[in-house]
């Protein structure tokens, strides 16, 4: 009787209220990850977005915050405003100045930021002034074998973000032969094969671009015409 009692305990309940009915879900598959435990909470998925409305209406484990723009502190703080979940924030790295990049990185670690997220083309001596300026982990973007693991790692960085399209887990592999102890996050890919694929190769946690809102409400708007 006792076992029976313990089976039905080994499957956490849920309660939802009706905000997280409609709530987007990252695939399932992301917790066969070993996860990335950051500030203690273990992390597995990272929702790609600097949208808002999918920043509350998720149930992903952390937020990753990039765009193809200058780095503005306003965007960040806007959704640090609106996030109840760890936020990463990227900050560029290849196009400005030391003494610009140490003062972002401040400013977001200010605002609450878990994490700096800096792309493939900074410098060694930014990665270095980041950790002068900050207590915060560094994540440095991956986007081919041309990276130098070892000296990243001595510079500073603290996670690797594999970002290379169809090639991330042949990346993701490269990178953990040079690093076998390094924390990887990289993107998934489409589906869940591509996630498998992406977690086998050495992936801890896995990045998910989530589909258009535009989508997601036509998909909504399509269930209510059927309903009335």
Do not use: W
Request: hydrophobic letters at 45%; charged letters at 20%.
């Amino acid at each position: 009787m006792n076992s029976d009692i313990n089976k039905k305990q080994a499957v956490a309940p849920e309660i939802k209220s009706i905000s997280s009915r409609s709530i987007l879900k990252v695939p399932e598959i992301i917790n066969t990850a070993t996860g990335i435990k950051i500030s203690g909470k273990l992390i597995k998925s990272f929702l790609f977005t600097t949208d808002v409305a999918l920043v509350r209406n998720s149930n992903a484990d952390a937020v990753l915050v990039l765009h193809p723009f200058v780095s503005q502190i306003t965007i960040i703080r806007a959704i640090m405003t609106a996030a109840d979940l760890p936020v990463f924030c990227g900050i560029g790295g290849g196009t400005c100045d030391t003494d610009r990049m140490a003062s972002f990185a401040f400013e977001s670690e200010s605002l609450g930021a878990r994490g700096i997220v800096l792309n493939a083309a900074v410098s060694d001596e930014v990665i270095k002034c980041i950790k002068e300026a900050t207590s915060l982990p560094v994540i440095l973007t991956v986007t081919s074998k041309k990276i130098d693991v070892a000296d990243r790692l001595a510079a500073g960085v603290d996670i690797f973000n594999v970002s290379a399209a169809a090639e991330t887990p042949d990346i993701v592999q490269f990178v953990r032969e040079q690093a076998p102890d390094a924390p990887i996050i990289a993107s998934g890919g489409p589906n869940d094969e591509t996630i498998e694929k992406t977690i086998t190769a050495g992936a801890n946690a896995i990045s998910y671009t989530p589909p258009p809102v535009a989508d997601i409400f036509k998909n909504m708007m399509d269930k209510y015409r059927k309903m009335f």
